[in-house]
Every structure is written in structure tokens, then in C-alpha cells.
């Protein structure tokens, strides 16, 4: 669909927030030319970009079938 939509998708979608993770596939026609828009467009939003395994906390946490991620609780006996 083109660059602009490709930018758009990613810098106005209504899950965006803090811990997103954006995938890009390797063979997607626009994506080499949006690139630098969309990381350029996050920054201003003020987002960090960080490696993906800077994301995910391993312990006292698990994921959900969504791959949202909640603190274990302890147990309180």
C-alpha cells in the first residue's frame, strides 16, 4: 500500500505503548524506505529503541497468550 501507509500503521496504531514490539519482515517492498521515518517518528514520541531482549524479564514474570508480560505473585502463606 505504499510508505506513508506503512508509517502510519506503525506510528498511529492503538496498541503502540511502552514494551511494543514492531516486527518488519525482511522481503516487505516499502519497508526499506519507511524505516527511517518510523524510527525517526517513534524517538519524537519519545520511545527508546532497545534490543528485544532488553524487553523481556525472565524472573518472577510470565507471559499470556497475548505475549503481554505480568509479575509473578508470590505466594502468601
Keep these: 500500500m505504499g510508505v ?3 508509517v502510519n500503521q506503525v506510528l498511529n496504531h492503538k496498541h503502540l505503548g511502552n514494551g511494543s514490539i514492531i ?3 525482511n522481503d516487505a ?3 526499506p524506505d519507511a524505516l527511517d521515518t518510523i524510527l525517526k517518528g517513534l524517538k519524537s514520541k519519545g520511545y ?3 534490543p528485544v531482549g532488553e524487553l523481556i ?3 518472577n514474570y510470565y507471559m499470556d497468550y497475548q505475549g503481554r508480560q505480568f509479575c509473578k505473585r508470590k505466594n502468601r502463606n
Aim: glycine share 0%; net charge negative.
Design 4 to 6: 506513508e501507509h506503512e
Design 23 to 25: 516486527l518488519f519482515h
Design 29 to 31: 517492498e516499502y519497508t
Design 48 to 50: 527508546e529503541i532497545v
Design 57 to 59: 524479564h525472565k524472573d
